[in-house]
Structures are given as structure tokens and as C-alpha cells.
């Protein structure tokens, strides 16, 4: 007869070994009317462990043999930090799937391997390159990614500054309709563009709050309306 014990009992229900190919056994199992000679005992796959290598054994004639073996816990953590915290409070995050966004400093458990670290893009602010890391079985692996400002950019090219956009409530990732260059979301004849160069807000027909649409105003002084 053949006896195995899995460790640690945590695993007890998923833990579980056979032998010559036979059906599942949980630990502590016995195996009997085994004949004498070699026989091979597996080790289940359980997600987050490394189980035990596949081994060889041998019987002799009425023998009554009995093991312990550990599966390994293979389980990693990785924690992203995001600089500098304004960039973090604009709503930068970091992913290894591409879908699942996580904040600065969070804590994701992972199988041992290599993962690409990739950084959510936002308005305003220049992403991180990705990062190629390395998570540890039973260990925690830090890294950071840097964000910069870039008061400039335009992240929907359509010319109007991401900063400008997301200050009057425009979507910053959208070049098209009221949100584009040429929306005028406040009606005053004076499209998003023609705002931004005025100095004026689009959502407000009367910046100024004097009586004349903003269309109608002379932000430059040239004598022309805007």
C-alpha cells in the first residue's frame, strides 16, 4: 500500500496526488492492492502553489509505504507607486492586464513570472514607459512610475489643450461635437477654439457678465468681434 500526506492542510481540498494514472486521491489517502515494483505518483495542480514534483517509487512484496510531501506556496506581490501624488490624484493608474487599473501602492497578489507594468493615460500628464518586472514567489516587488506634467498637450488633437478642457468640463479625449474644436456648447456664436483664444468660457454665452454675447465681444481690441 502507498500513503501520501499533502501540506499544508490548507489545500485540503484541492490538494491531491495519484498514482500510475489512477483517480485523484486526497491526502492522507491509501492506496492499496498496488503491486510490487516502481509506480509513478502525480501531484493536482492548484492555482497560487507549486506542487510537488511527479516521482518514482518501489514497492517490494507486502509493503506499506508512506510520505509527506509540500506543495509551495508560488504566489508573489507586486506594488506600483505613481509620481508625483498630483498625477495620482488626477487619476494615474497602473495595470498588467489592461483592464484591471489599480491606484498608486497597491498591493496585487500574482503567480510567480514576468509581467509588463503599463500606466493609464490621462489629461494633462505625459504616461510612464512601460515597465518589464520580475514577481518572486513569496515576496513583494516594488517599482515606480513617473508621470510629468505637460500643460500642453492635446491629447485629442484638436487644439485645444487638455488643461483648458478638463478646467470648463470638456472631454479631454474627444475631438468631436461639442467637445471639439469647433463645438459651442453655450450657444453664443463663438465656437471652443474662438473661446480658448478669447480667454472666454464656453459654457458661459457672457463671460464677462456685461449684456453682450461672448461672440459678439472684442477680447483683442482689434475692433472685430471675437
Not at 497560487?48 to 514497492?59: F, Q, Y
Not at 508560488?74 to 506600483?80: A, E, K
Amino acid at each position: 500500500t502507498l500513503t501520501i500526506y499533502l501540506e499544508p492542510m490548507a489545500l485540503s481540498n484541492d490538494a491531491a496526488f495519484r498514482v500510475d494514472g489512477g483517480a485523484w486521491q486526497p491526502g492522507g489517502a491509501t492506496v492499496s492492492n498496488l503491486s510490487p515494483g516502481a509506480h509513478l505518483i502525480e501531484y493536482k495542480a492548484v492555482e497560487g502553489w507549486a506542487a510537488p514534483a511527479s516521482e518514482g517509487v518501489t514497492l517490494a512484496e507486502g509493503e506499506s509505504a508512506s510520505y509527506t510531501r509540500f506543495y509551495q506556496w508560488d504566489m508573489g506581490q507586486l506594488v506600483v507607486y505613481i509620481t508625483p501624488g498630483a498625477a495620482a490624484l488626477a487619476g494615474a493608474q497602473w495595470t498588467v492586464d489592461g483592464s484591471n487599473y489599480f491606484d498608486s501602492g497597491y498591493a496585487l497578489s500574482l503567480t510567480a513570472g514576468v509581467y509588463i507594468v503599463q500606466f493609464k493615460n490621462i489629461p494633462a500628464w505625459d504616461s510612464p514607459s512601460n515597465i518589464s518586472i520580475a514577481v518572486a514567489a513569496s515576496a513583494q516587488t516594488n517599482t515606480t512610475g513617473g508621470y510629468v506634467f505637460a500643460p500642453n498637450k492635446d491629447s485629442d488633437g484638436d487644439g485645444l489643450p487638455d488643461v483648458w478642457e478638463v478646467t470648463y468640463g470638456l472631454d479631454p479625449f474627444d475631438a468631436t461635437g461639442i467637445n471639439g474644436a469647433f463645438g459651442d456648447a453655450d450657444s453664443d456664436g463663438l465656437v471652443n477654439m474662438h473661446e480658448y483664444w478669447s480667454g472666454t468660457d464656453p459654457l458661459n454665452p457672457d463671460t464677462d457678465g456685461d449684456g453682450t454675447m461672448d461672440g459678439n465681444e472684442d477680447a483683442d481690441g482689434d475692433g472685430l468681434t471675437n
